[in-house]
């Protein structure tokens, strides 16, 4: 789809009965079960609802992890791992550092490593799993524990990307002659 049409001003709000009154974007972290399975119901969801949701997962690609690596808890995290029976958690994540990614395989036993985002949970094989990597992003992403609907609404919209800055040439060059 093309997002260039879409502006993102305010979160989305569903309408339907089970989860009547719930912010989509909260539920990228409370349930991203449900947020996969809308992703499969794509011819029939409200049309707003179906751009609302492609733009969020669109922007969320420029989030930027917050959490601190939990082997050298000096760079932020960048990959989080599967363990089996579905199993993810804070425990199991890991910075760019192959030395952090050697101790964190060497410690668990690991089925899957994916680079942390969204897009990445999308892809997980159980709802369960989903959930709870979705929840893990609330810590990755430096949410607090409790928030508010406008907490992850700020976020997304801290992720869009940014309209581009003109600069006028003509007054770049003099302003640059003037100074020497
Ligand atoms: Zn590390």
Redesign the pocket.
């Known amino acids: 789809m093309n997002n260039a049409s879409f502006v993102y001003q305010h979160p989305y709000v569903l309408k339907s009965k089970k989860h009547e009154g719930k912010i989509l974007e909260d539920l990228f972290f409370r349930e991203f079960g449900f947020i996969h399975w809308l992703m499969g119901r794509s011819g029939r969801l409200y049309v707003e609802l179906w751009q609302h949701l492609n733009y969020l997962l669109e922007i969320s690609k420029n989030l930027k992890p917050k959490m601190?690596?939990?082997?050298?808890?000096?760079?932020t995290?960048k990959y989080f791992y599967l363990l089996p029976k579905g199993k993810v958690g804070e425990r199991y994540t890991?910075?760019?550092?192959p030395?952090?990614?050697y101790a964190v395989k060497n410690r668990y036993l690991i089925k899957q490593e994916l680079e942390v985002s969204f897009e990445s949970i999308n892809k997980l094989p159980r709802k369960d799993s989903m959930d709870a990597a979705g929840l893990l992003m609330k810590k990755v992403y430096g949410l607090p524990r409790c928030f508010k609907s406008d907490t992850t609404f700020n976020l997304f919209k801290g992720a869009c990307p940014k309209p581009q800055k003109t600069i006028k040439a003509p007054e770049a060059i003099q302003l640059n002659l003037s100074l020497f």
């Open positions: 601190l690596c939990p082997v050298c808890k000096k760079k995290v890991c910075c760019d550092s030395a952090c990614q």
